[in-house]
């Protein structure tokens, strides 16, 4: 006998506890394992502290064996529009700590989990409209609501889109396709979506996750090695990605932030850049 004995793996009970106030956990008795994201029960309204969360949630769910295979979604009809009133106090009280902890630290954790750290097949949901889509573009398949859009709003509120967006659309758009989505805040809407190859279907709503539950059936056909190596396999592209572009991409908007010395995102802030794709416009400049 070893003179040792292996550490207990989490505990799913005790994280979907653990992390209630910020996902609903739901698994099925074959690992299947359902997040939504959320904020009070209605869609994500991002902070500091859910921001940080994610990172978190990622590393602990990839610990877990019991796992099989991730769905993760938003919650409502929005997957995130809007920020949380006080959510970035702590970055406004201290713009250089939070500068690293937050827009450095806790952001490069965020995307290099949801590559690296789950070792499962993974299908993202485009619940809705939103901005950080790089969280359900960077799951090995994703659904998106046929009345979702996707746009990043960074460099309307005076951030460089250095956080992961940029690696997740420079990937899937290319050069010229990401460059204007990034440089004008286009709003891609779902049809548009599907035919660039950012996601894989596009369904009603109330669909999704039904769906999601169908191809992570199909998924758990094969046996247990077979279908986590095939998920290495398929995200190679994503981990040299990561590689080339996270780190730099992150440094450079931690700067571009610092050298403008205020924080950029508030919620009025954030409200009047995003206000133009309920207005059914393309870009903010139209």
Partial sequence: MSLQEFLPTPDFAEYKEFFKDFYDLERNDEGVLLVRAHTLGGPVQLSVQNHRSLGQLLKVVGADPKNEVMIFTGTGDEFMVDSDPDGFELESEDLAYWAYEYAYKDGRINVSSMVNDLEIPTIGIMNGPGFHSEIVLMCDITLMSETATIFDLHYAIGSAP?????????????????????????????????????????????????????????????PRTMRRMTTQIIRRPWKKRIVDDLDGGFAMQMFAHLAKGTTAHGRDHIATRTSYWREGKRTPID
């Fill in 162 to 222: 250095g956080d992961g967006i940029h690696s997740a659309f420079i990937e899937l758009l290319g050069v010229k396709r990401a460059a204007y989505a990034l440089l004008t805040g286009e709003a891609i809407d779902a049809a548009t979506a599907l035919e660039y190859g950012m996601v894989n279907e596009v369904l009603p709503r109330d669909q999704l996750i039904d769906r999601a539950y169908r191809i992570a059936d199909h998924i758990l056909q094969q």
